[in-house]
């Protein structure tokens, strides 16, 4: 095997050897470090496999008769159980004789008592596969009981972020999950990511590993048909705050320290030139199609188009990451008052994408100086023209963007609208503190001072 150093001498040998002119002299640059940086080098980008189209869904059946199933544990929620999509599901398991049981308890903005109830269906089963059919929350509570079921021993927190749970790596081998979201808006369907309101501390915290990621995401637009006016619009801003944060993460060259393995880099990465297209292309979906989308339900395009996005934007948060808006939204939904929203039943709650994106103006004013061209870019692609502007004006630009989005799809006026108030502000920052792997992803490092004046100036934007 050749030596560390005669690969070093090599490289330097080239180096000098390299052609000096000025049309390649750049080129032949080559540097060469000896030691290991203190700061990442490198990111992956990994994700499920993706599969879209108009009545997709059809499909599930002969994949996993494809995978060898022979028992398949279905999860959805009270409401996606009685709609087309599921019964489009079901019909293909029973056309290609697949045993499944179904299980249609999952919480919308699961809890950690809702992920246990799912995960004690699944292990009270004989399953060899998993099918989540419904939106994030259905993702989420799936990924988690595959987990669990595959890690009977394991107790509960052993898996979760730290500083909540330990933060284990998984190491046991899970069983295959395809994915196949009804909304438009978590991603969750190409991600490692599983999230849940931790009700100890009032705030959401989750699971992050690549073994999570559905094997396959069945992305079909046929569904998006029966999302109501404010899912949509909730649901779109996700992809809103997604496609941003990833944009303007901390680069992946400037996150540390380096793995000591690279099975240990970690699932959010910071951005690169991969993950930066997927939230081109999101930004730009977003201008041409979301009011189409929330005004014009039948729009098979528009609605199409969302859906796709939101699966880009998945990949992108899944390699990228998100930051502020998600690690500010975490505490705004955990300690939800008495607010209802349309279309949500009955029962208190803050959509998470209601939650994130109410944060969103303050958050890219605050961090705009670290690329303020990225976020003029970022502005330009929402539709705003941005000829004449200044580097200094790119966190207005982009936060003035935002809220004009915000205003057409008729978000209230703040954290107030919602029920908060400055005596909250306190304990909406001790929920936002232990969601240190968001908040370091971050283009900006931040004191509690700081998250403490974005929330302030979140309480009204208008």
Same mark, same amino acid.
């Given at each position: 095997?050749?030596?560390?150093?005669?690969?070093?001498?090599?490289?330097?040998?080239?180096?000098?050897?390299?052609?000096?002119?000025?049309?390649?002299?750049?080129?032949?640059?080559?540097?060469?470090?000896?030691?290991?940086?203190?700061? @990442?080098?490198?990111?992956?980008?990994?994700?499920?496999?993706?599969?879209?189209?108009?009545?997709?869904?059809?499909?599930?059946?002969?994949?996993?008769?494809?995978?060898? *199933?022979?028992? #398949? &544990?279905?999860?959805? @929620?009270?409401?996606?159980?009685?709609?087309?999509?599921?019964?489009?599901?079901?019909? !293909?398991?029973?056309?290609?004789?697949?045993?499944?049981?179904?299980?249609?308890?999952?919480?919308?903005?699961?809890?950690?008592?809702?992920?246990? %109830?799912?995960?004690?269906? *699944?292990?009270?089963?004989?399953? %060899?596969?998993?099918?989540?059919?419904?939106?994030?929350?259905?993702?989420?509570? &799936?990924?988690?009981?595959?987990?669990?079921? &595959?890690?009977?021993?394991?107790?509960?927190?052993?898996?979760?972020?730290?500083?909540?749970?330990?933060?284990?790596?998984?190491?046991?081998?899970?069983?295959?999950?395809?994915?196949?979201?009804?909304?438009?808006?978590?991603?969750?369907?190409?991600?490692?990511?599983?999230?849940?309101?931790?009700?100890?501390?009032?705030?959401?915290?989750?699971?992050?590993?690549?073994?999570?990621?559905?094997?396959?995401?069945?992305?079909?637009?046929?569904?998006?048909?029966?999302?109501?006016?404010?899912?949509?619009?909730?649901?779109?801003? %996700?992809?809103?705050?997604?496609?941003?944060?990833?944009?303007?993460? /901390?680069?992946?060259?400037?996150?540390?320290?380096?793995?000591?393995?690279?099975?240990?880099?970690?699932?959010?990465?910071?951005?690169?030139?991969?993950?930066?297209?997927?939230?081109?292309? &999101?930004?730009?979906?977003?201008? +041409?199609?979301?009011?189409?989308?929330?005004?014009?339900?039948?729009?098979?395009?528009?609605?199409?188009?969302?859906?796709?996005?939101?699966?880009?934007?998945? #990949?992108?948060?899944?390699?990228?990451?998100?930051?502020?808006?998600?690690?500010?939204?975490?505490?705004?939904?955990?300690?939800?008052?008495?607010?209802?929203?349309? %279309?949500?039943?009955?029962?208190?709650?803050?959509?998470?994408?209601?939650?994130?994106?109410?944060?969103?103006?303050?958050?890219?004013?605050?961090?705009?100086?670290? @690329?303020?061209?990225?976020?003029?870019?970022?502005?330009?692609?929402?539709?705003?023209?941005?000829?004449?502007? +200044?580097?200094?004006?790119?966190?207005?630009?982009? *936060?003035?963007?935002?809220?004009?989005?915000?205003?057409?799809? !008729?978000?209230?006026?703040?954290?107030?609208?919602?029920?908060?108030?400055?005596? @909250? /502000?306190?304990?909406? #920052?001790?929920? *936002?503190?232990?969601?240190?792997?968001?908040?370091? /992803?971050?283009?900006?490092?931040?004191?509690?001072?700081?998250?403490?004046?974005?929330?302030?100036?979140?309480?009204? /934007?208008?």
């Amino acid at each position: 095997m050749v030596s560390r150093k005669r690969v070093f001498d090599l490289f330097r040998t080239m180096n000098v050897a390299s052609c000096q002119c000025p049309a390649h002299s750049h080129t032949g640059n080559i540097q060469v470090l000896n030691s290991t940086p203190s700061k @990442d080098y490198a990111f992956e980008i990994k994700c499920s496999t993706v599969r879209y189209g108009l009545g997709v869904t059809r499909e599930v059946g002969l994949d996993l008769l494809n995978l060898g *199933a022979k028992n #398949v &544990c279905v999860m959805t @929620d009270p409401n996606v159980v009685s709609l087309s999509p599921m019964k489009a599901v079901l019909d !293909s398991l029973t056309k290609n004789k697949v045993n499944y049981k179904v299980y249609d308890k999952v919480k919308v903005e699961p809890s950690d008592s809702s992920f246990k %109830d799912a995960i004690k269906f *699944a292990k009270e089963g004989d399953f %060899d596969s998993f099918v989540a059919i419904g939106g994030g929350s259905v993702m989420d509570t &799936c990924k988690a009981a595959n987990l669990y079921y &595959c890690d009977p021993n394991a107790e509960f927190l052993d898996y979760v972020n730290q500083p909540v749970g330990k933060g284990k790596p998984v190491k046991v081998q899970l069983k295959p999950l395809i994915a196949i979201p009804t909304t438009s808006g978590t991603g969750s369907e190409t991600t490692g990511m599983s999230i849940f309101d931790y009700e100890e501390i009032n705030a959401k915290t989750g699971i992050a590993h690549t073994s999570l990621r559905p094997i396959l995401a069945l992305i079909d637009p046929l569904h998006t048909l029966t999302v109501p006016r404010n899912v949509a619009i909730y649901s779109g801003f %996700d992809i809103f705050c997604h496609a941003l944060e990833s944009f303007t993460a /901390i680069p992946y060259t400037e996150r540390g320290p380096v793995p000591e393995n690279p099975a240990l880099r970690p699932v959010y990465q910071g951005s690169n030139p991969i993950s930066d297209v997927w939230s081109r292309f &999101c930004l730009q979906a977003l201008r +041409k199609y979301f009011n189409r989308s929330v005004n014009n339900p039948d729009d098979i395009e528009a609605r199409s188009s969302m859906h796709l996005a939101a699966t880009m934007a998945g #990949v992108g948060i899944g390699n990228a990451g998100v930051h502020l808006c998600h690690g500010l939204a975490y505490p705004i939904a955990g300690n939800v008052k008495e607010f209802v929203p349309a %279309d949500y039943g009955t029962d208190p709650i803050i959509p998470h994408g209601l939650s994130v994106t109410m944060t969103a103006p303050a958050v890219f004013r605050f961090t705009s100086v670290s @690329d303020p061209d990225k976020h003029l870019e970022a502005a330009e692609l929402l539709g705003s023209n941005i000829s004449g502007k +200044k580097q200094v004006d790119a966190g207005k630009v982009l *936060a003035d963007t935002i809220l004009e989005y915000m205003e057409k799809m !008729s978000i209230g006026n703040g954290l107030s609208s919602l029920g908060y108030t400055s005596e @909250d /502000i306190p304990k909406l #920052v001790k929920g *936002a503190l232990p969601q240190k792997r968001l908040l370091q /992803i971050a283009p900006i490092q931040q004191s509690e001072d700081d998250l403490t004046k974005l929330l302030e100036d979140s309480l009204t /934007i208008y």
